[in-house]
């Protein structure tokens, strides 16, 4: 089944300037291997599909394993091969529409709960019920004896998965294969925060609105939403993941050891984007790994930008997900952006706006990458989603950020904390020329620009392309069978003695110990003193 | 005075076979920099000089600050300009020699002190004194206003030192420069313990003899023994280095801050070498990157080499400060040895031992990179210096151990745990056989071989060289004028509030607050009912 390994032959023409040349990887042909993939669905498959469209280039064998219900993941394709399993129910453009409301709702003011409540008893529901249905996917496939000898009699390399659905690492298991994550987010919370220690006094949760300099109340907020978002997590992995590990894996098979046993941790962030943090030997960075170079645009469009003369084009798309906003809102930066010189590519579905100006192109589709890379293009005006940010930071684009929901608020806030970018909420949107001010204050002020400059000459400098090192350390996995060298025993050791509480309690214990005895020692040779001075009295 | 940046033109022909190509790094020309060097002595310097040498090649123009006793830092150097300060005293051969006698009468139970008195008090003056002088040294450099006006009129693009010694830090702070540490020490412990959170649960305290999977009295052991070692550095950093901070750098810089600001650290192992645990974003492992290819050896050793046929040669060292052991260890060692079929090649001063016998080579230095990279060479009899260790899993060659002081013990303790070495001490070198038993079984059992090749495969499969990587981390440094990104902002916290200790104080505060007013309120409700119900009767 697995195609023959590819065979290149290339010559390479260095010739070296005195000018930095930064080290730069040349990859070279590999032999194929043979890989698993349990995909999460959504934004994150568009993720792993670019990586997998990477591996198949590189001579990989593909297979994928998908539900029947599958919202973005066809089981036709060029470069994988897919199994697929029969499911009664799945997520789908509902749940994501239904929450893209609620917090539209609730950022205006219109759902009567206060944010913390909204967020984790409002939501809570829908997050497990997503999850349980995840879990009757992963149940069916493991129950499907023929698919499950099938994909043990492929002699896999590894399992690639994203472990934000838990299917992957026990189908991992259940091939007793080795197993690598494409990974930002686990099944509640940034994936850090399980692997690698996190003092919660520099290191702010998704969802906090911190960054890593917090005052002692945010510091609180910021404790008290991770002890949240860890009970979700535990909830969760109880509730559905445990559930199918004791079924189908037999006893004594913990999920969340499973889950922080796998070998390589391929993180979709990198330090120029994310606040620094302890981390792991075996968390591989490989944020904007989809970037690339911009392409040139269609005609058309190519007319249009280079329409705007010296004032250049404004950007702006609010994502895969957000198709609408409501028409108070959308009319109001319509508005706003009639009374700009610049022109403005803007990516909307609905509605017309009535108050849309001359200067507005409205585009059902554009291409972003190519777009941001555009010499003509000022600003970026952007709901935050991770791969949005990082093609900003890639080109080096300024932001103006209207985030939802998710982490776009968090993803936003790392690059207004750069000085890249100004931030929006829907709530302000439309009052008092917030907009406008927001839009004309990165517009002319040049330090925008200049930081997320900088950003993208940190970004870019690295020894490899962050693409080739998720290929590298992929293809490292395979060939040595894992990368056991690089797990710590950490996830193996109760918590009370990972904190080192029973040490700590036996040297307090050892040392009153020693202090009684002294003390009664001490009053014993008192005594003693007192009653030889009485009897010489 | 900097050479003119060399310019390269190559043409690359890569013919990519089938095999596995690991992904490689070709480093091109660079703008030479200007760095100014603050190393440690002794075999510190050994390590730096292979770094230095490299950097120069890469067109850096490099400037060293030593002083006039030096031990080992030669003040004309074809790739370095020196500055020299005079000084009082110096740290010599004396203190190593003095070291390497208590260490061996220690170790024989002929010193009537337990191990833990030996270790930390009757070394502890000795190791105050040797920072005392390094004090009075970087005290005179800094009071001699003449070379301090140089230095700063020279434009350093960055300071590079080893921070086992504290003067390149304040140095760096005084000409307010960028900071690179090629480091495995502190003032006291482990690079690791300072920068990242380390669970003493399953990270061994160097000395400690415990690996990373230790039992409860092995874990109460590393928590004390690190307790012991931190007293030690902060003894010695506000007993030294804070001093010389408050004189010459004014008020408000904490030397401990002030080293742990460092913008990259260039760590001398790697997780092939060292057990897995958290590290940091600015952390970079360049381990090994003194190791090389071998190359022919003279035609003599070749010749003695050879003339060992199928049974192969082994090598004995025990590094550069041990020049002799006592008579009756080196008369069993060459007893041993007499009675194998290998050829031995022992690097040896002093008296010949009465037992040689003829299959035993001994010479004053040996090219022991080459010999491990030797197809021949069976085994490395070996002390357990980091260099070492490092060159034999470069090269897969099993080793027996015989650690006499400092890291030694710990550094043979990872290879043992990999199935890649056997360990004696000197106490016991002597007795039963030990010597000839441990050779024999690492000889005999192929385990140990094929361990130290599966190091070697894993050590070797990295996207770049490790000096590749310490060379591009430090150009880095010198494009961006540090590496500010990467730094956390961890230690700007007080400790109570790197714990979070105060928000959990706060927390609990409020819990017992709620608790209380809710016991208030009950109590109120009941009395407010009773005394009804009493109106009522």
Redesign the interface.
Known sequence: MAPP?R?????????????????????????GGNILVFPTEGSHWINMDILLQALHSRGHNITIVRSDKSWYIKDKSTYYRSFTVEVKRSLDQKYITELVSKAILFERGALPLTNFLHMTLGMFSTFVDAHMAVGEFVSAMLSDQELMRTLRDSKFDLVLTDPCWGGGVILAKYLNLPLVYNVRWLIAGEAHLAI??S????IPITGSGNT??MT?FQ??KN??LHLVTQTQHHLVVRQVYQKICDKYLGPDNDYHQLMLDADIWLMRVD??FE????????AVYMGGFQCKPAKPLPEDLEEFVQSSGEHGVIIMSLGTFVSQLPADITNEIAATFAKLPQKVIWRHKGEKPATLGNNTLLVDWMPQNDLLGHPKTKLFVAHGGTNGVQEAIYHGVPVVGLPLFFDQYDNLLRLKERGGAELLTIKTVDKDNNFLKAIQKVLDDTAYRMNMQRLS??HR?Q??KPM??AL?WI??VK??KGAA??????YR?AWY????L???L??AGALLLVLLTTFILMRCLYTTVCKQKVKRD
């Open positions: 390994p065979l290149k032959t290339c010559t390479l023409q260095l010739t070296l300037h005195q000018t930095v040349l930064p080290l730069r990887v040349f990859l070279g042909a590999c032999e690698a220690p003092p919660l006094s520099y890593d300099k002692f510091r609180v404790v008290f330090f120029v606040f620094p943090r302890p981390t792991m030997p075996n000459r940190l400098d020894p490899m080739d090192t590298f293809e490292f060939r040595h060298h690089l797990k710590t025993e950490a050791l003695s990972y904190y080192s029973d040490v700590f036996f040297l």
